[in-house]
């Protein structure tokens, strides 16, 4: 009795700390996310974005090591201001039990996103990502310059890029600030 209610409790706090960016439902326009594989560099992986009958985005495909490829990524466009007062992006997903990368950029002219990796369960999860963590890269590599640190995000993004040939499916409900 004394785990539901600090359950509860916990829940009802997150719920009033954080700020959805993002909910897919019924009516989202799945036009608004913009696939970009690894075709922009010659490789020949393949993924989509749909709606599902539950109203969650499903960013599914396969990703190849073909022609120097190995990645698949949809991304959104975006205008998130004051960012810095916040402490964690915040997702939900139900994935495959595979690894993903969620990318933020606080620019669109900028060619570095910053990177935060995350491994799916398998089943629904909150999944808490700090936002100091999030750190710059280009072109799959990591970059000495300081960690995300601006004042708006202009860009989120899901990637997947384990350095394998693979299937994979990755069901989004929403994500947030806290």
Known sequence: MKLTILISLLLTITEQTMTTIYQFNEKTSIKDWRIVNDGVMGGISKSTIVLNEAG?????????????????????????????SKKFIV???????????FRLKGDLSQS???????????????IRLPIADFYPQFRGSKL???NFNFDRIEQICFLIANKQEEDFTLLIDWVGLE
């Open 112 to 126: 570095e996103s910053y990177v935060h990796p995350f491994k799916t369960s398998g089943e629904w999860e909150t």
């Open 144 to 146: 000495t310059i300081p």
């Open 56 to 84: 969650n985005g499903e960013f599914s495909g396969h990703v190849s090591l073909a022609n120097n490829g190995g990645f698949a990524s949809v991304q959104l466009n975006l205008k998130i201001g004051e960012v810095r």
């Open 91 to 101: 997702l939900r997903v139900k994935g495959d039990g595979k690894a993903y990368e």
